[in-house]
Nanobody, 116 residues
Framework: QVQLVESGGGLVQAGGSLRLSCAAS????????MEWYRQAPGKQREWVAS???????NYADSVKGRFTISRDKAKNMVYLQMNSLKPEDTAVYSC??????????WGQGTQVTVSS
């Protein structure tokens, strides 16, 4: 099982930016999608963004135009650039990897707190 480790979270004022990183312990074979999710206190986990193995991206409506997902295949890294942050973006952000064989790997998450 591949290990995923997120970093880059922190405290930022509304309107600010953060860049989250997700490092995979090794190359993920048969990869379908790398995705970012978030979970705010008392709420269900919410899908944020995904990037396919060929680089196609999709975003939740709540972050479209503000967040950008990208990846560096050579470094086994996935990033989430978050701009124009809002207090409602406050959550624990986790990355996940899904393969065509049906397996999934999840990171532990990184806290993002946006102050008003």
């Amino acid at each position: 099982q591949v290990q995923l480790v997120e970093s880059g979270g922190g405290l930022v004022q509304a309107g600010g930016s953060l860049r989250l990183s997700c490092a995979a312990s090794r190359r993920i074979f048969n990869l379908n999608f790398m995705e970012w999710y978030r979970q705010a206190p008392g709420k269900q986990r919410e899908w944020v963004a995904s990037i396919s193995d060929i680089g196609s991206t999709n975003y939740a409506d709540s972050v479209k135009g503000r967040f950008t997902i990208s990846r560096d295949k050579a470094k086994n890294m996935v990033y989430l650039q978050m701009n124009s942050l809002k207090p409602e973006d406050t959550a624990v952000y986790s990355c996940a990897a899904f393969t065509s064989l049906g397996s999934a790997s999840w990171g532990q998450g990184t806290q993002v707190t946006v102050s008003s």
